[in-house]
Structure formats: C-alpha cells, structure tokens
C-alpha cells in the first residue's frame, strides 16, 4: 500500500481529469448548449435529405432513452447518439486541456502530474454539486404546479 505522499495511479488521476472534470461537465451542460442544437438540428436535416427517418423515431425502451410524451420529454434514436457523441467530445476536448496543463505545470514545477492533479479535486466536486443541484432546480421548476396540486388536494382531506 502507498504512503500519504504517494502520488495517485495514473486510473485515478485520468478518472479525475477526464470523468469528473470531462464527462460530469458535458452531462449537465449538453442540454443548454447552443452548439448541441445546432448540431442535433443539422444532423436533422440532413437526415430528412436522406430520407432517414428511423433515427427521428421515439421508439426506443424508456429504460434506454427518456419516453414519457405526456411530459413533452421523449427522445429519439438520434438525441441519443448525439448526447452521447457531444459528452464525449466534451470530455476530450477539456479533459485533454486539462491534462495538457496539467503536464506542463508539473514539467515546470518538476513534480508528478498525478500529485498536481489532486489540486483540482475540489473544482470537480464543485461541478458535480452545481451541475447535480442545477438538475434539482429544473426537476423542481418543471413538477412545481403538481406539487402545488397534491398539497392542496391532500389538504383539503386533512384539514389542519
């Protein structure tokens, strides 16, 4: 087992450097993100040019893709692979900036880029608890009238 001064195996820091700070931050960002429109409409388009139309479908199992139309939130075969794709251009785009910094500052610093990748274990959980609450807050926002609705309901049968 390492000392306290060990650095981190390299899984850990990579983990670090591309999950928490890669995908973590493109699974919450993807669904206010202009370029993802963009991209999903274009996609679209040139899908329907195509005559493509299976990827449009909203047919996939719920337990796969979100279904539920009554909500207004189903996605299709497309959304899918597109959530995906943009995760993970996300992930490797800023996971690979911050493993570029992360290799030159510990070049310069003359220390192990895993050690210095420590340092930024509280912007990661950082990210995690905004984007985590920021889902928490939408959840809310969208259920709110209904949440409302049972109160009152529930209220109605046990007065105070």
């Not at 979100?66 to 299709?76: C, L, M, Q, S």
């Amino acid at each position: 087992m390492p000392g306290p001064d060990a650095a981190p195996r390299t899984s850990e820091a990579l983990l670090l450097v591309f999950g928490m700070l890669g995908v973590a931050i493109g699974a919450f960002q993807w669904t206010v993100s202009p370029w993802f429109v963009a991209l999903r409409q274009r996609a679209a388009e040139w899908l329907v040019e195509r005559e493509l139309f299976w990827p449009l479908e909203a047919n996939a199992p719920w337990w796969l893709l979100t279904h539920y139309p009554e909500a207004n939130d189903v996605f299709t075969w497309l959304d899918g692979t597109l959530i995906l794709a943009y995760i993970g251009a996300v992930a490797a785009v800023l996971g690979g900036a911050v493993l570029a910094g992360l290799t030159f500052a510990a070049r310069m610093a003359k220390i192990d880029w895993r050690a210095l990748a420590l340092a930024l274990i509280p912007l990661a959980g950082i990210g995690l608890f905004l984007g985590l609450s920021m889902m928490t807050t939408t959840h809310l926002r969208r259920h709110a009238r209904e949440l409302v609705d049972i109160l009152e309901r529930d209220s109605a049968f046990h007065p105070a």
